[in-house]
């Protein structure tokens, strides 16, 4: 029931473009996306709704396929605070039901 | 304050010891999680709460682990004769009521050592 994501890891420098995909073999309600900086608790950055809603912050981007259960998280124009663990986390229903992805560590260097 | 906070921030015990791990949840929250997180690696789910029942206890890893919710508020998580593989942080999160649509809070989490 854990979601997949891709890639495991990545280095960009600042100003470079990345894309992290989360990947579940179930169908899903909801995906969400989180960031975890080293020794830090995960932060919430943005929810995609079955049907096409979306909550979070504005500046984050990201898509949902409903048809192949599959989301994908578009960082653009990077700065060296993106750098961090993404997760992407998959509801199932409309209930409590949720599961985090395996994680994708992102570096962004000078 | 008004966010998730968990305690003991850091825990060291002695293989075979009982711990008791304690998570307060921001007020109104009525879905809690514990999540499990072992160095580099992802967040494994443990259980859900929604208000004080466990409707999914399925990512409890085996008989030693038990949680509990009272009041709708504070959660324990305890783990029994503690083993070496159970070092991790333990991080415990809280949603305003079914996850699927609202995000995640989470606490700073618990740092267990077991010797």
């Known amino acids: 029931q854990q979601p997949v994501q891709s890639p495991q890891a990545v280095i960009l420098r600042e100003g470079e473009d990345a894309v992290i995909n989360c990947s579940s073999s179930?169908?899903?309600?909801?995906v969400h996306w989180y960031r975890q900086k080293h020794g830090e608790a995960p932060v919430f950055l943005m929810i995609?709704?079955?049907?096409?809603e979306q909550k979070g912050h504005e500046k984050i981007s990201a898509s949902f396929n409903e048809k192949k259960q599959q989301s994908s998280l578009y960082l653009t124009a990077s700065q060296l605070s993106y750098s961090g663990t993404y997760f992407c986390?998959?509801?199932?229903?409309?209930?409590?039901?949720?599961?985090f992805g395996t994680g994708t560590s992102l570096t962004v260097i000078p | 304050g008004a966010g998730v906070s968990q305690s003991p921030s850091n825990k060291v015990t002695e293989k075979g010891k009982d711990v008791e791990l304690r998570c307060d949840p921001i007020?109104?929250?009525?879905?809690l999680y514990w999540y499990r997180q072992s160095l580099g690696q992802g967040l494994e789910f443990l259980i859900y709460?929604?208000?004080?029942?466990?409707?999914?206890k399925s990512g409890l890893p085996s008989d030693r682990f038990s949680a509990e919710r009272t009041g709708g508020s504070v959660s324990t998580l305890t783990i029994q004769r503690t083993q070496q593989e159970d070092s991790a942080v333990y991080l415990c999160?809280?949603?305003?009521?079914?996850?699927?649509?609202?995000?995640?809070?989470f606490g700073p989490g618990t740092r267990l050592t077991v010797l």
């Open positions: 999160a809280s949603s305003v009521s079914k996850t699927s649509y609202n995000e995640q809070f």
């Open positions: 179930k169908a899903l309600y909801s």
């Open positions: 995609l709704l079955k049907g096409g």
């Open positions: 986390g998959t509801a199932l229903n409309t209930g409590n039901q949720f599961y």
């Open positions: 007020s109104g929250h009525t879905a």
């Open positions: 709460f929604q208000g004080n029942s466990a409707p999914d």
